[in-house]
């Protein structure tokens, strides 16, 4: 990997969360994970202790599909600039593992994963028959 200079004249971010990764320059691995668990209720009751094992829920013990490389890849970069010239970025939010990155990286591995659940008193669906 060819290393190079990254410059960013002005960076706006409003937030970055929940493994959200802003890099600059360059690096050899980026590799941000995430497990999420969102209950979304009809009163806002809450104990605090809500599912603190999250062991239960599949989505988060299986494994990723992660596609099979069939092809060779030929590839070929050439750099005629050792830098790389950003004049401004802006960015309302980068989260669940996304990532900002100006510059150059061997390996990007992200993954997300996100469980909601939503409980009602009563039937959302009720009388829309």
Same mark, same amino acid.
């Given at each position: ?6 410059l ?5 971010i ?11 320059g ?13 209950i979304q209720r ?12 999250l062991s239960?829920?599949s ?12 092809e060779? #890849?030929?590839h070929?970069? &050439?750099h005629?600039?050792? =830098? +790389?010239? /950003?004049? $401004? #970025?802006?960015?309302?939010? &980068?989260a669940?593992?996304? =990532? +900002?990155? /100006?510059? $150059? ?18 039937d959302?669906?009720?009388?829309n028959?």
């Open positions: 990997m060819h290393s190079r200079s990254s960013v004249n002005w960076m706006n409003l937030s970055v969360d929940s493994s959200g990764t802003v890099q600059i360059d690096s050899n691995q980026i590799t941000p994970e995430t497990k999420i668990f969102a009809e009163q806002p009751i809450f104990k605090g202790n809500e599912y603190e094992d239960s829920f989505i988060y013990s299986q494994p990723l599909p992660i596609p099979l490389l069939t060779a #890849i030929n070929v970069t &050439v005629e600039n050792p =830098v +790389i010239k /950003v004049n $401004s #970025i802006q960015v309302l939010g &980068v669940a593992s996304g =990532v +900002i990155h /100006v510059g $150059s990286t061997r390996t990007i591995q992200a993954e997300s994963r996100v469980k909601n659940i939503r409980q009602f008193f009563t959302p669906n009720e009388g028959e």
